[in-house]
């Protein structure tokens, strides 16, 4: 089942869990993106289309694939809203609408006993939302 339009954008949105609606667009996070020059939509422009509903455009973009996720938009943003969160839930979201990227509690009992516990716990949070 492929989402489209609103539904699209709320699944975008859980998986970013950023409060887009604070962004007042400003500019300073597509200005101190390194990677800025490269994207068809800027982080600001991807803030916009998921708050207007249209993520369609966001998963049509190449920006997601394009970012860094260095988080320099997220550190300059005076509202404390997060674009590369939104890049790294389209390209989750992407790669799920694939058949890929799940992760269950079970499969977690399969890895090397001296992996990091945090490790886990951050890939089970990333692939489980």
């Known amino acids: 089942m492929e989402l489209k339009g609103k539904e699209l954008a709320a699944q975008l949105l859980r998986l ?3 409060d887009v609606d604070r962004c007042i667009q ?3 996070c597509s200005a101190s993106c390194p990677m800025g020059d490269k994207m068809d939509l800027l982080p600001s422009r991807m803030v916009w289309e998921l708050i207007n509903g249209r993520g369609e455009d966001i998963m049509a ?3 997601p694939w394009v970012c860094l996720s260095c988080m320099a938009c997220q550190q ?3 509202k404390g809203v997060s674009p590369c ?3 790294e839930a389209a390209r989750l979201l992407h790669i799920r609408q694939q058949g ?3 992760l269950t509690a079970e499969e977690l009992e399969r890895y090397p006993e001296d ?3 945090q490790a886990l716990v951050a890939a ?3 692939y489980n939302k």
Do not use: V
């Open 61 to 63: 973009a190449k920006s």
């Open 100 to 102: 890929g990227n799940r």
């Open 26 to 28: 400003c500019g300073r």
């Open 76 to 78: 300059r943003c005076p």
């Open 16 to 18: 970013a869990d950023t």
């Open 85 to 87: 969160a939104i890049m």
């Open 124 to 126: 089970f949070r990333k």
């Open 115 to 117: 992996m990091p516990q």
